[in-house]
């Protein structure tokens, strides 16, 4: 009924469909260059690891399921993993997978800018609803449906301009969004997915800056180990939402305070790296040392590869822009790398390049970061315990 894996391993490369990846010869530590490290490299390189198969997997199936129209099984399962906080690999939560499986049509349809088979892949869950109108399973994914489709009109409009159509249309579906949500109260249903749902809402509601951490709060309540919670909320307390800085520094710290007994420093380092993805860079307000130590606690947290590859990669990129930022940085980088190679040396067992965005000069540059001394040498790079480690082979 749940989760139905598939193998990872199809998925596996190896050191030359890395190296065919490669641009110019780029300049790493110690004098090596990319295609050098990773002509060294005979750990195990997966394409795409096993946690995102997984999650595709579970997606995938619900959708199948959706498409078969076993609504009630559907429906019975969402209600399961979601109060049961059912986790797949990787730390994601069953509950939502299943979700954006039942809304798969809708999804497509959006994807294709086909808004006349979006408005009927709504019509059929407002069907859905209908008939299990009891149900906060069956109005969370109508609801989450609306907030798809409120989003993806606003996003239509090219940026400067201003559509009056689509902007009342997202406002029509937020509005019909936050009427099903608020038919039900996540702490009653004991629902995390509904409490991010309604945590979705602030968007398009006016009063968004009062109740954003209210929600949050409820959020982290009902499943303080999820950290999707902190992640939609540390958007929103960064500057040009509904925060400032100083105050985003706070509410990280906050986060860890609300969430230290199961994930340690964990928020605080999912709180950053969000900042990250906005900000284009590190916050200047980051406490370094704390953070290199709240991306311990992240990967800890769930022992995963995905998590341990996301940290690499992560760590990678602040060690590229410290050293070029030459002996201003010195003390920065110390710390960067130390991280890096507790990373890379004791959690991460194999590479996932999907966790690589900005390609494979990045992974190069960390292992050279780390391994560089020993690379010179002649030594290769294996998988040794529970981490990475270096070996000399015997000719």
Not at 236 to 252: C, D, Q, V, Y
Not at 352 to 358: A, F, G, S
Not at 375 to 382: E, F, H, S, Y
Request: hydrophobic fraction near 45%; glycine fraction near 8%.
């Amino acid at each position: 009924m749940l989760v139905k894996t598939r193998s990872g391993r199809g998925q596996q490369e190896d050191a030359a469909a890395l190296r065919a990846q490669l641009g110019a010869a780029s300049p790493m530590p110690d004098g090596l260059t990319a295609d050098q490290v990773i002509a060294r490299l005979d750990a195990p390189v997966m394409r795409i690891g096993a946690e995102r198969t997984e999650w595709d997997c579970v997606r995938d199936d619900h959708a199948a399921m959706a498409a078969a129209g076993e609504w009630t099984d559907l429906l019975e399962a969402l209600r399961y993993t979601d109060q049961e906080r059912v986790m797949a690999s990787g730390g994601r939560r069953v509950a939502p997978l299943i979700s954006e499986g039942m809304r798969a049509g809708l999804s497509a349809a959006i994807a294709a800018g086909d808004w006349t088979a979006a408005k009927a892949e709504l019509a059929a869950l407002e069907a859905l609803f209908d008939r299990h109108s009891e149900d906060y399973c069956a109005a969370q994914v109508l609801a989450q449906g609306h907030i798809d489709m409120a989003s993806a009109r606003r996003r239509s409009v090219p940026d400067g301009q201003i559509s009056r159509d689509a902007w009342e249309e997202g406002a029509a579906h937020y509005e019909r969004a936050e009427a099903l949500v608020t038919e039900f109260d996540p702490i009653e249903e004991m629902s995390p997915l509904l409490a991010a749902t309604r945590y979705a809402l602030l968007p398009g509601i006016e009063d968004g800056v009062a109740v954003c951490r209210e929600w949050y709060e409820d959020w982290v309540d009902l499943d303080p180990e999820d950290a999707e919670a902190h992640a939609a909320h540390a958007v929103n307390m960064l500057p040009g939402w509904h925060g400032t800085l100083s105050g985003f520094e706070r509410e990280a710290r906050r986060a860890v305070r609300m969430t230290e007994g199961v994930t340690g420093k964990a928020a605080y380092a999912v709180y950053h790296f969000t900042a990250m993805k906005v900000l284009g860079d590190l916050s200047p307000t980051v406490d370094l040392e704390y953070f290199c130590e709240a991306i311990a606690d992240y990967q800890s947290a769930t022992g995963c590869q995905h998590r341990a590859n996301v940290s690499a990669h992560l760590l990678s990129g602040l060690a590229m822009e410290f050293r070029k930022e030459g002996a201003s940085a010195a003390y920065a980088l110390t710390k960067v790398r130390a991280a890096l190679s507790d990373v890379l040396w004791n959690r991460l067992r194999e590479i996932q390049m999907d966790c690589w965005t900005t390609g494979p000069e990045s992974l190069a540059f960390a292992l050279a970061e780390v391994f560089g001394p020993a690379l010179k040498r002649g030594a290769r790079i294996v998988r040794r315990g529970e981490g990475l480690g270096t070996l000399v082979r015997r000719s």
